[in-house]
């Protein structure tokens, strides 16, 4: 690239000829004229692309304020009639069960998750990263083996224990697995978080003659609040929006989940007269994840880029 | 990045990442009684969660159960029933067909749209948030929801169709067009592969890029010969990655199917016809028996790519 080196003093008032300094804006004009064409092409292209990809987001949000009987080929996403009876409905529940009380289940059963992944997947993280004891290779390769492992293999007998302690139909099945990190994600997305801490922090701790609980509380802790942060978002998002677990287990409509009662929506409702608060309650299902989203967009994208976590 | 193909990896290799030391054996001792604490947890989940249930579904996959009364052994019965079992074939089938035309499209879709960002002019992280978003939500109950109604008769996807000269009629109710439904829902969740390859791209250094072009390399010399292999780490952690998630559809299947697998058994997928089977006919030894294979089969692929990734994946840096 050419750099005008032109003083300030050899500028000429002279039109007709140019210094290096004017060809070099006048290049510059022309490139910035290009550029700005090619920034308009690109936001085309992408923007057509976003509007596609988001159409059946927002045909479902716009569907939900729609009368039932407009809701099904109704191409447009311009709203003409507007109504907020789909969601009066949809707050009133289903089977005689309200809305808040499958809201309460779900919050519930992901609170619960986040405190026992958090909890159990850094304690564990911190034995296989932070502490040199014998066999700690080959536990960490188990667990490495689980990460891949399908988990219907297990829902089976799982299923037969729990159904013989006679905890089916209790929230014990979905949490006691979060609270013994069998999550393997979690365990080695903080494994991996730890070993990029300094290991001189603990060196010195232990000189000062802390234990490992100290310096796993006081000084470990603190400084993995962004694995800590990610674990926690994408361990509610994906227990919110689990159903395999809750269909097994939870046959109480009192102690559904959200997706589990919407399933329920969709057994009951044919008739085209219900698209409207089933669309309602789909959208009111979506809303935690969607807060979560806009507030933690950069831990979410950020740990999707870096550790490979699904959404 | 692509850090769980590393710690495999390094397994293989029988490296770690840090060297033990050897300390005096007092202090080791102290050192096994805390780790051993430490990991409690999970070496509880382990035992009682994962491995235990796993060897009871390695011996229940050769009895008859239904939950109510004692198991009974019946060898290998399990396992021929599945190689004459019509459904079971449409399951594998079904599953097969929508993992191997389902992740190439999805990963090439992922791919093009990330080079697309990659050159961004501009608000680079608001359109990598509204192409991740489906990813996020992809999966769940409300989606499947939304979807039904979409592919509905009479619903928007058959008025669009039918405009552009297709066939009338829904397409959840024609066999033909469930899956061609269930890869649209896939591909839509294009955005998490998609991430994962921008932030391989922003590692592929410009110059290589600048060096290629002065040399007279075309747009597509450059992709072939500069993007493709310095991205095959990524594409391999994907592509391992979305065949195994393609192997455990479920709730979508599920809502969209209203739990049957129809019609025709043309969205009969694997986990679908497990839960089936287990679940509402109570066969437990023979969901086991199909669970175990579905373990063998990912275990084999996964085995495969690995093998095979020495010869396609190309990892910077190193010196082998």
Redo the contacts between chains.
Sequence with gaps: MTRTTAEPGTRTVDESARTPEQHATARRSARRSRDRRHKLVFHLVTGALVVVVLYPAVWMLVSSFRPSAQIIGNVSIVPTEVTLDNFVAAFNGIGGVSFWTFFMNSTILAVGSVVGIALSSAVSAYALARIDFRGRRVWFGLMIATLLLPVHVIIIPQYIVFNNLGLVNTYWPLLIGKFLATEAFFVFLMVQFMRNLPRELDEAARIDGAGHLRIFGSIMLPLMKPALVTSSIFAFIWSWNDFLGPLLYLKDPNLYSLPIALRLYVDQTTGAANFGPQMATAVLALVPVLIFFIIFQRYIVEGVATQGLKG | ????TQ??RE?EQGR???E??APRSRR?RA??V??????L??????F???A???L??LY?SFTRYD?FNAPQWVGLDNFRELFSDPRYRDSVRVTTVFAVVGVPIKLAASLA?AM??N?????KGF?????????????????A??????F?D???V???SQGVGGEAGGWIGDPTRTMPMFILLAV??F??PM??F??GLKQVPAELYEAASVDGAGPLRRFLSITLPMLSPVIF?NL??ET??A??V??SA??IS?GTGGPANSTLFY?LY??RR??EDFE?GY??AM??L??LV?GAI?FVFFKTSKSWVHYSGETR
């Design positions: 990045m692509t850090t769980v710690a495999v397994r770690d990442v840090q033990p030391r080791r050192e096994d805390a780790g051993y604490s430490f990991l947890p999970w070496l509880l989940g382990f009682l969660l994962t235990g249930p796993m009871a579904s229940l939950l749209v697309l960002l050159a961004a002019l501009g608000a359109y990598r948030s509204a192409f991740y978003l489906p990813s996020l939500v992809g999966a769940s109950v409300s989606i929801i939304v979807w039904r109604a979409m509905n009479g619903g928007i058959d008025q669009i839509w969740q955005g998490a991430v994962i921008l932030a952690f391992l990655l195994i998630n192997f455990q479920f709730a599920y809502i209203n986990t497990l839960y287990g679940f437990m969901a086991s669970a175990w579905l373990v990912v996964t």
